[in-house]
Structures are given as C-alpha cells and as structure tokens.
C-alpha cells in the first residue's frame, strides 16, 4: 500500500495494489474508488484532502511497514 499526496492538487491517492483501474466510481463527493478487473478495489482518491482528513498525522498500528521519507 502506497500514500500518495500531491499538494499541488490537494489530492490523496490510496493505492492498494499495483493492479490497473477497469472502473472508478465516486462514492461520495470527492472519493473515488478504483476497482480492477475483478472487482476489487485498488484504489482511493481523496479531493480536498487537507480539508478531509489530518494530513499531519498518519499511524501505523500494528502493521509490519518499511517507512520512507522523500525530500523535495
């Protein structure tokens, strides 16, 4: 799983697998589930993130994860 933030849109993208989005669907304004082929979904897109969701904060619960910082 991947967190994805571009500031420039204010977006957040949630990718949960590698696979290729076959449909989006929003499901309520501003959040669009993305499914494959299977109907799975692989993804969340968050409009407006920073007015949705605390971007200052992001916990790890008892999830074996690797973090990784990127600097501009």
Same mark, same amino acid.
């Given at each position: 799983? =991947? &967190?994805?933030?571009?500031?420039? /849109?204010? %977006? +957040?993208? @949630?990718? &949960?697998?590698?696979?290729? %989005? =076959? !449909?989006?669907?929003?499901?309520?304004?501003? #959040?669009? +589930?993305?499914?494959? !082929?299977?109907? *799975? @979904? #692989?993804?969340?897109? @968050?409009?407006?993130?920073? *007015? =949705?969701?605390? +971007?200052?904060? $992001? $916990? +790890?619960? =008892?999830?074996?994860?690797? &973090?990784? /910082? @990127?600097?501009?």
């Amino acid at each position: 799983m =991947k &967190l994805n933030y571009y500031p420039e /849109t204010d %977006s +957040l993208y @949630i990718d &949960l697998s590698s696979k290729y %989005s =076959k !449909e989006s669907v929003e499901v309520s304004e501003g #959040i669009v +589930l993305d499914y494959d !082929e299977n109907a *799975h @979904i #692989i993804g969340i897109d @968050i409009d407006n993130a920073s *007015h =949705k969701i605390d +971007l200052n904060e $992001i $916990i +790890l619960n =008892k999830i074996p994860a690797q &973090l990784q /910082t @990127i600097s501009a």
